[in-house]
């Protein structure tokens, strides 16, 4: 066993005894994502020594990495090989960990069309809170041996134990990219996404904010050009770095406003109806809000509930709001649960999710 | 409470032909897709609603009954094989499509709807629900959800648990809960993945929204001969590395060649030792590039023969004989074993050597079809029930089959679930830490264990008997090579 699995390990039961929380750290890129650390006393574990490539064979599609490994390293390699995470996860900093990656389970303009983070996780090797070393999952692409505890503790805010090694799917890189423009309204670019999306088009991302639709196209050269055909519009030269700064927040608009609220919701919902400026993802399955801080978060809740979804305080002053959408008792009481299952003695990340575990 | 208590119990509520329990009523539930386990259940229940369903919970809960739900049982490791002192609960009546979407591309159904029902309804969209398991005419979604099926078609399009937005589940105490949303994602943990392939375990599936895709506007079929089975292979991990993710990637072997062309006359090359087909499938164009670049590295990879399909037809005449492997191994031998290990797609060759060395070994034929794009290996083991001992042989054969998978770096079960088929696998593949933890899991959800109990994880008991072969997966099987 390598010695930083032994260290973390030691760790864990140094926590317990001491019942003194950990607070699990990558690249510590997205700290300012989720919960506070409901525990004013804590260990920082940090994982992202615990770094490199486990085993990566292109024709197999599959990657194993460490959870420390920097996500900018991770793509590199794979881009070598033309290959490529296709959840896109935004990093917010080239420190940004793959362990990272898949405890906030964050994934960019791709997820509508190709899948999120949790589509792509094959298997996991972790640490739970009695210092068991555990494999679930694998590296194959089907597996059904036992509950998928893999994509189970992806998204999971590290509060389900200590992540090592993640194996991901991974897909080839597009030959060609294009990103088009078109000027519309809002309830106009709805309309346009969902007829779109019901073709079968090489459409890998959307994004619609101030009276502009942009779509972006991947996949075969013949393939691209013909559907850049159907769809018309104007082809954006700066189509890339534009994707960028929407998948990293580097686009003025997710700090034009006191809070930044993300409402995944369903994508069929028309315009809504909230102060604040808008901005639209993933066929309009996402909508970012930058709005003041005395905008009423109940009445973002409750729009997003009725939208189907759910709404997240993603950047602001989080002291007078909850970050992540209240669950419903019963719903509440099967998480404490399954966390006291993982984790006995509460040591993980205590109010990353919510302040009750 | 009694057996007949329980039955006055049910008919207070749900009508006389819902619910069965003379011996002869019994019967047909005794076994599903896997029939060499049979055990005849206490009672079986045929609710069409879900408040009947809530209500046969809620008794079972009392009344400390184990619940087994059924869909169409065509499952093939004995998930819904009934517990002779339950209920076995059948969904089959609540197939009611309860609204699709065209706008939002989804489909809202009760679990007993049939999987390829989900894709007629929704062919006036030009949509369609993309995992297709080999039984997709009679399975039902409700079973695809509890096993997570695949399919053909699942290395580009995923699983079940990636074509599914939300469900409703009934918890054991009858409770209806939500899981995942009419979004893409949900707060708190990823239920709704925990759920999917939980084999009945975690509570009873009542209604799931799925997510439909549009139908590509073509599809296409290279069906490549080798005479290698590596060449084959090598064929597989080179479209795949020019960067082609085929709709569909499906392997036979030489034996299987023979015993679906002697049924169906498809056309297969008789010398090969290998056949390979790969589809591609999107817009026109797309289609016609791909099909191009696919032939060439077929070629270049030493096929002896290729043919692409030229319409419609052909393309699923290629594919008729990939999918009469199961009826062709009936013909040929009066029983077979479809097992169901997934590896590592280049250690395929070795694996099917493996395979023939057993088969000499066992005196039992093997014909292998194989999902190459997923490495999903489905060997089918011949033999006859009749014979004194054969079935015995088979399963010893099987077993030793998986933990070839398990030694290859891959899973003892890739879509068929584990049930009651594959428990002592299950010791092998997982250590007793990561048992205990499924155990607590479904403790979390169903602490008394009335939810298809034995099936899927196997007892602590039943792994320390197996003890003296235990074998886990050490770190030096994958070698770590730190790149940077």
């Given at each position: ?21 950990l607070?699990?750290r990558?690249g510590?890129s997205?700290?300012?994502?989720g919960g ?18 486990v085993?990566?064979?292109?024709s ?23 290959q ?8 917010f ?5 793959l ?6 389970g ?19 090797r ?22 998928d ?18 194996s ?19 309830s106009?670019?709805i ?8 073709k ?19 996949g075969a ?7 850049r055909?159907?769809?018309?519009g104007?082809?954006?030269k700066?189509g ?6 929407i998948?990293?927040?580097t686009h ?9 609220w993300r ?34 978060e ?20 989080k002291?007078?709001?909850q ?11 099967l998480?404490?649960?399954?966390k006291?299952?993982?984790?006995p ?13 | ?8 119990k ?17 019967k ?5 897709g ?7 259940p ?14 046969i919970l ?5 009344t400390?009954?184990p ?12 998930g ?5 002192e ?24 009760q ?13 006036p969209?030009g ?21 997570n ?15 599914i937005?939300?469900?409703r ?28 392939g ?7 599936i ?15 079929l ?18 795949i ?12 072997d030489?034996?299987?060649i023979h015993a679906?062309?002697?049924f ?9 030792a ?35 399909s030229?319409?419609e ?8 004989g990939?999918?009469?492997a ?45 999902h190459?794009g ?34 290859a ?26 048992r ?27 792994c320390?008997?197996?003890?003296a072969m ?8 994958f ?6």
């Open positions: 066993m390598p010695k930083a699995v032994e260290h973390f390990i030691h760790a864990i039961n140094a926590a317990v005894k001491n019942k003194k929380p607070y699990i990558g510590n997205k700290h300012f994502y506070q650390l409901t525990s004013q006393a804590y260990d920082t574990l940090d994982i992202a020594t615990y770094s490199g490539i085993n990566y064979e292109p197999e599609l599959v990657v194993t990495a460490r959870t420390g490994t920097r996500l900018v390293d991770l793509e590199t390699i794979l881009s070598e090989h033309h490529m995470l296709a959840f896109e996860p935004p990093h900093s080239e420190n940004a960990t362990g990272g990656c898949i405890a906030t964050l994934s960019g303009p791709r997820r509508a069309y190709t899948g999120a983070v949790r589509d792509f996780v094959l298997g996991v972790m640490l739970d809170g009695r210092g068991d070393d555990l494999h679930f999952g694998g590296q194959v692409m089907k597996n059904v041996a036992g509950y505890v893999s994509r189970f503790v992806t998204g999971a805010m590290g509060t389900l134990g200590v992540l090592l090694e993640v991901l799917k991974v897909l080839p890189l597009p030959s060609m990219e294009i990103t088009l423009g078109m000027q519309m309204k809002e106009e670019a309309d346009k996404m969902h007829q779109w999306a019901s079968p088009l090489p459409i890998s991302a959307t994004c619609f904010y101030n009276d502009n639709l942009f779509v972006r196209l991947s050269e013949s393939a691209v050009h013909a559907a055909l159907k769809l018309g104007e082809e954006i700066q890339k770095s534009f994707w960028q700064s998948r990293e927040h003025p608009f997710f700090h034009s406003g006191g809070r930044l409402l995944s919701i369903k994508s069929s919902t028309p315009k809504l109806l909230l102060p604040g400026q808008q901005l639209l993802e993933w066929g309009g399955a996402l909508r970012w809000l930058a709005s003041d801080e005395n905008l009423n109940k009445a973002i809740r409750s729009q997003a509930e009725a939208a189907g979804g759910h709404a997240t305080l993603f950047y602001g002053e002291s007078s709001a970050v992540f959408h209240p669950l419903t008792t019963y719903m509440m009481t998480h404490k649960r399954l006291q299952k993982f984790d003695a509460g040591i993980f990340n205590p109010g990353r999710i919510y302040s009750e575990y | 409470m009694s057996r007949f208590e329980l039955i006055s049910l008919c207070s509520f749900l009508p006389h032909n819902a619910v069965l329990y003379e011996t002869e009523d019994l047909p539930y005794e076994c599903d896997l029939s060499a386990y049979r055990q005849t206490m009672i079986v229940a045929l609710p069409q609603t879900e408040e009947e369903v809530i209500k809620q008794i079972c809960h009392a400390k009954t619940v087994v739900a059924r869909g169409a049982g065509t499952g093939l490791s004995g819904a094989l009934p517990h002779n339950g209920i076995l609960l059948s969904l089959a009546k609540l197939k009611h499509i309860l609204e699709i979407d065209p706008v939002a591309r989804t489909a809202r159904v679990p007993g709807v049939r999987n390829l029902a989900i894709s007629e309804a929704a062919a969209y949509l369609y629900y993309a995992p297709d398991p080999s039984s997709q005419i009679a399975c039902t979604i409700g079973g695809n959800v509890a096993e099926s695949g399919g053909v078609h699942c290395l580009k399009y995923g699983l079940t648990v990636h074509n937005l939300k469900l589940v009934l918890t054991v105490e009858g409770q209806a809960i939500e899981i995942g949303s009419s979004a893409l994602d949900s707060p708190g943990y990823d239920l709704l993945a925990l759920m999917t939980s084999e009945g375990l975690l509570g009873i009542a209604e799931i929204t799925v997510k439909l895709l549009p139908k590509p506007e073509k599809a296409q290279v069906m490549a001969a080798f005479n290698d089975v590596q060449k084959a292979a090598d064929a597989v991990a080179n479209i590395s020019a960067g082609i993710i085929p709709a569909g990637m499906e392997m036979m030489k034996i299987t679906v062309e002697d169906l006359h498809a056309g297969y090359d008789l010398d090969a290998a056949i390979l087909l790969c589809e591609a499938d999107g817009m026109t164009e797309e289609v016609a590039d791909e099909i191009q670049k696919i032939s060439t590295i077929m070629q270049d990879s030493g096929a002896i023969k290729i043919s692409i030229r319409d037809s052909e393309r699923l005449r290629f594919w008729a990939r999918k009469a199961f009826p062709a191994a009936g013909r040929v031998s009066p029983d077979y074993y479809c097992m169901d290990g997934t590896i590592p797609r280049k250690r395929l060759a070795q694996v099917l050597r493996d395979i023939e060395t057993l088969s000499a070994e066992y005196g039992l034929r093997c014909l292998n079809v194989f190459a997923d490495g999903n290996l489905h060997p089918l083991i011949l033999y006859d029930a009749n014979q004194p001992g054969e079935l015995e042989k088979t399963e010893a054969f099987g077993a030793r089959i998986l933990e070839i998978c398990i030694e770096g891959g899973t003892i079960t890739g879509e068929h679930g584990v049930g009651v088929e594959k428990l002592d696998q299950m010791c092998l593949q997982f250590k007793s830490a990561e205990n933890l499924f155990h607590a899991i479904k403790q979390a959800f169903d602490p008394d264990g009335l939810l298809n109990p034995g099936k899927a994880i196997p007892s602590l008991h039943r320390a008997e197996l003890g235990h074998v886990h997966r050490g770190e030096d099987k070698p770590t090579i730190p790149r940077f």
